[in-house]
């Protein structure tokens, strides 16, 4: 048996397949379409299908591997095998790690993808050596996970946690989940295109309108960040108010979990030190008794998008 | 050794101490007054002695005990034994379980008053036989204690969990902890006096007023749900929205935690199918994908008083 490990990582639009060495590299990657409007039973059959290649690729099979691992961007119970609840598939209570077991013959291990993404960095980024780990990731959405004393957190049922379903405006905005006021209609990169969109309504005389037409009419989070960077007032504020609610989302996560670290992730990380400075400098002020307690520093995840298929190779370990 | 177990559950008023039979009973209270206003070695030397008095009540010394447990109402480091901030007694990183161990030849375990409850309801009371329980103590303030996986969540310092402290409103109401919006601003007693008092203003018909002055001009928990039980509009407004307040606090919490169970602590309790029922049924809106993957029950604790004491007793299993 190699030392080597398989992660199959599915997203909305791709499944990603990679090999991982041990010291926790992706050596060989593989991507296919999702193509999630398929039956399940298909989808499936390519996941495991886009394994198998992208080991043969590595003059493996199956059989050299101890287990599977694999991603899905949904509600998954690990221990019973279920991906519960898929928004992006319509799929409910499908029989995930059964389906994948017909076609691979080795343990299967699944995970929800925000997890995955803190297991691999975890293993092998920001979050090496470190045992009690807030990740959350500021995506299309926002996601996170938590690491307790070296685990994952799963809660009874293996669905926790939701981060971004946490309330920040009890009766607020209402979320793509059907919740209102959840983090993630405040803090997410789609909340903050929102914001962006409200604010240049106030302001013609922003440099968003000209960098949104200049992009085919299509703003975005990059757009923002950097017109605020640039020293337009308007993205400056809007940048300011949405890390108010990131931070405010956060803080009140690390009154719950007193995490050693706070790792953030998702594209907008790419802002760099105009993301995090300013996000480490609201913080104590959202977190209970900061003054005496202290509040851990966020830092940015290192892995990006090969946390996840990382993250997935080694849910073995969790 | 015999097989007893000794604690020392220390408030803001009262010193309680008692020993606790195999059958996780308190087979002998013993209680003095805290005299939080003294300095710290002096309360110390006194919640010593209480020990050792209670103990002695029972025919027993020090070294019939495995070891002391202690719950304060306070920010404790569990690991370092320091009392690192409590509210009602002003002291800052005091060196508790040291202090102690100057007057206790045994083993001492430290820990949150919040968390000592949800231990002695885990041992003795509603959670027994449970392993992932939140409890939530609708009190004076809003506290609350996390079991996961049989054992008690404190974070990587310790200091977990506030769920008090999380949001419920950005930017909102003052919370006496420093913070804006906090959930123990909307979801405590002291709230629910405070939201009473404002409908009041405009409900110059509701019995409230009444039944205020006839106790002595000051309204508490126990009147609001009364009138509100009694059929007086105002306050089942009062309650209802109140409890929407709690729900999606709580719900919030679920979307993290993902218990088997929810645990309600704390003097509102008493008002019991009135305030539990509206709860079950309002929890599930905060609850996300409740529809799919459910909505764990909110249980009343059983414990009451006792809670604290068992639990401070039981910290050694934690």
């Not at 979990?257 to 998702?266: K, Q, T």
Request: hydrophobic share 40%; proline share 5%.
């Amino acid at each position: 048996m190699s030392r080597y490990r398989l992660a199959i990582d599915m997203g909305g639009t791709d499944i990603k397949t990679g090999v991982v060495d041990e010291q926790f590299r992706i050596i060989r990657r593989h991507v296919i379409p999702t193509g999630p409007d398929r039956p399940f039973e298909v989808v499936v059959a390519d996941m495991a299908q886009a394994a198998k290649d992208v080991a043969a690729m590595c003059n493996l099979t199956f059989k050299d591997f101890p287990c599977v691992g694999v991603g899905v961007p949904s509600c998954i119970n690990p221990h019973s095998g279920l991906l519960v609840f898929a928004n992006n598939t319509n799929w409910r209570n499908a029989p995930l790690r059964e389906e994948l077991r017909k076609h691979i013959p080795i343990p299967v291990y699944i995970g929800n993808d925000a997890n995955c993404a803190v297991v691999g960095e975890a293993m092998a980024g920001a979050a090496r050596g470190k045992k009690d780990v807030l990740m959350i990731t500021l995506g299309t959405g926002l996601g996170g996970g938590l690491l307790m004393n070296g685990k994952l957190y799963l809660g009874a049922d293996g669905m926790g946690m939701e981060p971004g379903h946490t309330v920040l405006v009890h009766d607020g905005i209402e979320c793509t989940c059907g919740l209102k006021g959840c983090l993630e209609s405040y803090g997410s990169v789609i909340a903050l295109i929102r914001q962006a969109h409200e604010a240049m309504e106030k302001h013609p005389e922003s440099c968003l309108h000209k960098d949104m037409a200049d992009n085919g009419g299509k703003l975005n989070g990059k757009i923002i960040f950097d017109c605020a960077i640039a020293g337009d007032k308007t993205a400056q504020q809007v940048v300011d108010q949405f890390l108010e609610y990131v931070a405010n989302g956060i803080g009140s996560l690390v009154n719950l979990f007193r995490p050693e670290v706070i790792l953030i992730g998702g594209g907008i990380c790419d802002a760099g030190d105009y993301l995090m400075n300013p996000l480490n400098a609201k913080l104590p002020k959202y977190v209970f008794a900061s003054d005496i307690i202290g509040c851990p520093p966020a830092i940015r995840a290192t892995l990006g998008n090969a946390a996840g298929t990382i993250g997935a190779a080694c849910l073995d370990c969790m």
